[in-house]
């Protein structure tokens, strides 16, 4: 399900800022900034994701519980 529920908020940009926002946005700044920020909460999302992956890589205790886990993959189960 889709929030669809919108705030206002009031910020301060500086007039060349400004300018660049009213270039690139045309009548829709706010559409351009959520767009902006939504692709910069995707971007920081990637990045945690991609320390948290280089950090479990690196823990040799975490590795090793795991692949005594991976161990039981063959146990005779069916794969369907």
């Not at 908020?9 to 900034?33: G, P």
């Not at 690196?58 to 189960?77: H, V």
Request: hydrophobic share 35%; aromatic share 8%; charged share 25%.
């Amino acid at each position: 399900m889709r929030n669809t529920m919108t705030h206002r908020v009031t910020i301060t940009l500086d007039a060349e800022t400004f300018a660049f926002l009213n270039d690139v946005a045309s009548s829709n700044r706010s559409a351009y900034v959520n767009q902006l920020l939504k692709q910069d909460r995707k971007n920081f999302l990637q990045a945690a994701l991609r320390k948290a992956n280089q950090e479990e890589a690196e823990d040799t205790n975490y590795q090793e519980k795991l692949q005594a886990w991976e161990s039981t993959l063959s146990d005779g189960l069916a794969n369907d």
